[in-house]
């Protein structure tokens, strides 16, 4: 890989991060309960509010971190550890992407419910882009892509059963917390818990080779042209 074609790949990565961000936006703006990733942290910042959801956001990415390192182990790339200053640039774009949606009108149910599965589509196309540029994943998709090279299985199958996992103890750990009642998470969380996987399946096997035939191309070297008499 050139430097070029590393460069790009970067970028794409940085792009993927703010489509990520902007996902978990929007489903978190159809108040219907956060995206399956951030269901865990969203719950934390219902029990212990002194820490907003990005705080949460940043401590949940560190423990997928560490959780990757333990399944990995030796095959751990210590480049990966970037993921820990990308994990806060994830949460200024979560702040960013707050900010954009806190326009749109959410007062019906059905817009709601439109906003989860809009939600739901960009959080799906981002992670295609971040699997795409294949350099330094999110901690959460990268914390999956462990698992998945470990177990030799489907990325996109591994993420919806993350997502469901994620899903199940962030109900857990509300009924443990608030007293048997079942706080942050909602119809929205189950529903992106069930499709996430399935729209960055059907991202990744559409981008992936015009992006990787973009990003294998070198845009510095231009064919000579020929002038005959």
Partial sequence: MNKNETAK???????????SALGVAFTKHGELGVSPISSIANLMSCRFPAMSLVTWLIIWNCVLIFGEIVILRKNFQPIQLLQIPLSFLFGWFTDLGMWIVSAIPA??????????????????????????????????????????????????????AFDVLCVVLSIILSLLFFHLKIVGTREGTIISALLTGIAVKFFTNRLKKPLDSFLARDITKQPRETHTL
């Fill in 9 to 19: 790949r970067y970028i794409l990565f940085i792009i993927s991060l703010f489509f």
């Fill in 107 to 160: 007062d019906t149910y059905p817009i709601r419910l439109t906003l989860v599965f809009i939600g739901i589509g960009i959080l799906g196309f981002g992670i295609s882009l971040s699997v795409i540029a294949n350099v330094i994943l999110n901690a959460g998709e990268a914390f999956v892509k462990a698992i998945s090279d470990t177990i030799h299985k489907n990325f996109g199958n591994i993420k919806i």
